[in-house]
């Protein structure tokens, strides 16, 4: 046996800092830190008053999906928000939510689950929700919550298939049952089922309120054809954020949609659960990148596409940027539309864009790109070393706001 520590998975983000751990601002925090390995910057008051506006409007429960954010002060946040209810896909999300928050309801919404995960989250976490898409699944679930012999209330959700609709990332293909099977499977989880449900997923990032009716009247037709009491109504995640390039759709837009498409529904018992993600924590998180390299219009930084930045790789996503030089050193007026390269050897580590910088934009310079509360630093990678990034809270306003809920008079 040799005594060299080997690091087998990606490093957390760490808190040690030169100064504070919570700063007034990035360009602060850029003065005092100078950092050369990217910075992850959360803004609790940011996340915090999104989920509370959230949880204000929709008329239902929200779960907050865990997956698109896990940071422990990510989560905290949207705790202080109002949320309660946390959408877990995995045994580990189950222990951390139930570890912070021992009062808050979790719910287990993979359709396809480790048996042993099963039974953990039913014995130890006090998990009472399961979704499913598939006969086997039920059998699973069934049978392993059985086999505890620890009793308790079981709610089954089975998660409807949606056609391919227009969102920015497809859920389509890899989970949900077809109509046909999604009415069978409510019957026949019916007996077993102290609550039953259905859900379904329009896709992440999805800009068009009519794709939450039209998955409504999809529900509406598998109920109908199930024959079976329905108690909880999920409309899943997707609630969008905004993005240089995009400019969604108010959130009250899609929450009328909703209302109109339960309603039509007429299941006066069933509840509205929501499950998002996005949309609650995008606009609480930034990371600052340095530039390490200029050619042409290419800067090579230092995080992509296997670190916080997949999403900006192939999904394409144009996350708003500004340079940040310390003490207000002038820059440019003049904008260049640059491409980013990240730091590993591999060609697919490239973020098209364009971000729009200062044209003097040079090695050394930081830049920092926003809405990455959302599917960011969850998503990193050791690949070629490159998993070294530190944590900070921030008290300045994030670089985009949160989507509305309405059209301000
Ligand atoms: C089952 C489920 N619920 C909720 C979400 C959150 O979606 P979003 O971040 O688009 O709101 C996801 C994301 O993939 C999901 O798979």
């Given at each position: 046996?040799n005594?060299?520590r080997?690091?087998?998975a990606v490093?957390?983000?760490r808190?040690?800092?030169?100064t504070?751990a919570?700063?007034?601002?990035?360009?602060?925090?850029v003065?005092?830190?100078?950092?050369?390995?990217?910075?992850?910057?959360?803004?609790p008051a940011?996340?915090?008053?999104?989920?509370r506006?959230f949880?204000?409007?929709f008329?239902?429960d929200?779960?907050y999906?865990?997956?698109c954010?896990?940071?422990p002060?990510?989560?905290r946040?949207?705790?202080?928000?109002?949320?309660?209810?946390?959408?877990?896909?995995?045994?580990?999300?189950?222990?951390l939510?139930?570890q912070?928050?021992p009062?808050?309801a979790i719910?287990?919404m993979?359709?396809?689950?480790?048996?042993?995960?099963?039974?953990?989250?039913?014995?130890?976490?006090?998990?009472h929700?399961?979704?499913?898409?598939?006969?086997?699944e039920?059998?699973?679930?069934?049978?392993?919550?059985?086999?505890t012999?620890?009793?308790?209330e079981?709610?089954?959700?089975?998660?409807?298939?949606?056609?391919?609709?227009?969102?920015?990332?497809?859920?389509s293909g890899?989970?949900g049952?077809p109509?046909a099977l999604?009415?069978?499977?409510?019957r026949?989880?019916?007996?077993?089922?102290t609550?039953?449900?259905v859900?379904?997923?329009v896709?992440?990032?999805?800009?068009?309120?009519?794709?939450w009716r039209?998955?409504?009247t999809?529900?509406g037709?598998?109920?109908q054809d199930?024959?079976v009491?329905i108690?909880?109504?999920?409309v899943?995640?997707?609630?969008?954020?905004?993005?240089?390039?995009?400019?969604p759709p108010?959130?009250?837009?899609?929450?009328a949609?909703?209302?109109?498409?339960?309603?039509?529904l007429?299941?006066?018992?069933?509840?509205?659960w929501?499950?998002?993600?996005?949309?609650?924590v995008?606009?609480?998180?930034?990371?600052?990148?340095?530039?390490?390299?200029r050619?042409?219009?290419?800067?090579?930084i230092?995080?992509g596409?296997?670190?916080?930045?997949?999403?900006?790789g192939a999904?394409?996503?144009?996350?708003?940027?500004r340079?940040?030089?310390?003490?207000?050193?002038?820059?440019?007026?003049e904008l260049?539309a640059?491409?980013?390269?990240?730091?590993t050897?591999?060609?697919?580590?490239?973020?098209?864009?364009?971000?729009?910088l200062?044209?003097?934009?040079a090695?050394g310079?930081w830049?920092?790109?926003?809405?990455?509360?959302?599917?960011?630093?969850?998503?990193?990678t050791a690949?070629n070393?490159?998993?070294?990034?530190?944590?900070?809270?921030?008290?300045?306003?994030p670089l985009?706001?949160?989507?509305?809920l309405?059209?301000?008079a």
């Open positions: 046996m005594d060299v080997v690091r087998a490093s957390p983000l808190r040690s800092f030169a504070a919570v700063l007034p601002s990035v360009d602060e925090l003065a005092t830190e100078r950092p050369e390995e990217p910075m992850h910057c959360l803004r940011a996340v915090t008053a999104a989920a506006a949880v204000a409007a008329p239902g929200v779960l999906a865990v997956k954010n896990p940071e002060g990510m989560l946040a949207v705790r202080a928000g109002g949320v309660s209810h946390f959408d877990c896909a995995s045994i580990g999300e189950v222990a939510v139930r912070m928050f009062d808050t719910h287990f993979h359709p396809v689950k480790a048996r042993g995960a099963i039974r953990e989250a039913w014995v130890r976490h006090d998990v929700d399961f979704t499913l898409d598939s006969t086997e039920l059998g699973k679930i069934v049978q392993e919550t059985a086999a012999g620890a009793s308790g079981l709610g089954l959700i089975v998660r409807l298939a949606l056609p391919k609709g227009s969102a920015v990332l497809d859920l890899k989970f049952a109509a999604a009415s069978d499977l409510l026949a989880a019916r007996p077993h089922a609550r039953l449900g859900s379904f997923h896709g992440s990032q999805c800009l068009d309120p009519l794709a039209n998955a409504l999809l529900v037709d598998v109920a199930a024959g009491t108690e909880i109504v999920d899943g995640g997707g609630f969008p954020a905004a993005y240089t390039d995009v400019d108010h959130l009250g837009a899609i929450f949609e909703i209302e109109a498409g339960f309603d039509r007429a299941m006066p018992r069933a509840r509205l929501a499950e998002p993600g996005r949309a609650l995008a606009s609480g998180g930034s990371v600052i990148v340095q530039v390490q390299h050619r042409d219009d290419a800067l090579y230092n995080d596409v296997y670190g916080a930045l997949a999403d900006a999904p394409r996503f144009r996350y708003p940027v340079l940040v030089r310390p003490s207000g050193a002038a820059s440019s007026n260049v640059f491409k980013f390269f990240g730091p050897c591999d060609s697919a580590d490239v973020m098209h864009g364009p971000f729009d200062p044209a003097d934009t090695e310079d830049i920092e790109i926003g809405q990455l509360g959302a599917y960011g630093g969850c998503m990193r690949f070393g490159f998993d070294r990034a530190r944590l900070v809270e921030v008290r300045d306003r985009l706001p949160q989507v509305p309405r059209i301000a």
